[in-house]
């Protein structure tokens, strides 16, 4: 069964960079033909997705955020990173990453899009 596990600080300083780690488990994250997505939720608010890095390694950003967004993966440890620059008051959201097989819920993400999801982390911007 695939788990997946978020790590990373849960308070940034605003204008640093937030950096967090999903860490996969009971599958990897080179498995034809999965994407590895990020997604947030701020709080009051839908979940947003912010991007994903596909099983052969290709990254995919949503569009507002690609200047300040990147993912990347090790493969050694079965896991995949998200960094998002210059951060915000706006940008404090929980933060969770999950397995998607096709690209629905890129735009306007629910539950259903996904499987499986991390539990989440929640990230605070403040200083």
């Known amino acids: 069964q695939v788990q997946l596990v978020e790590s990373g600080p849960g308070l940034v300083q605003p204008s640093e960079t937030l950096s967090l780690t999903c860490t996969v488990s009971?599958?990897?994250?080179?498995?034809?033909?999965?994407?590895w997505n990020w997604i947030r939720q701020p709080p009051g608010k839908d979940m947003e997705w912010l991007g994903a890095?596909?099983?052969?390694?290709?990254?995919y950003y949503n569009p507002p955020l690609t200047s300040r967004t990147s993912i990347s993966r090790d493969t050694s440890k079965n896991q995949f990173t998200l960094q998002l620059t210059s951060v915000t008051p706006e940008d404090t959201a929980e933060y969770f990453c999950?397995?998607?097989?096709?690209?629905?819920?890129?735009?306007?993400?629910?539950?259903?899009?996904?499987?499986?999801w991390g539990q989440g982390t929640q990230v605070t911007v403040s200083s």
């Open positions: 009971g599958g990897s994250i080179l498995s034809n033909y999965y994407y």
């Open positions: 890095i596909s099983y052969s390694g290709k990254t």
């Open positions: 999950a397995r998607g097989s096709t690209t629905r819920g890129w735009n306007n993400p629910v539950k259903a899009d996904f499987a499986p």
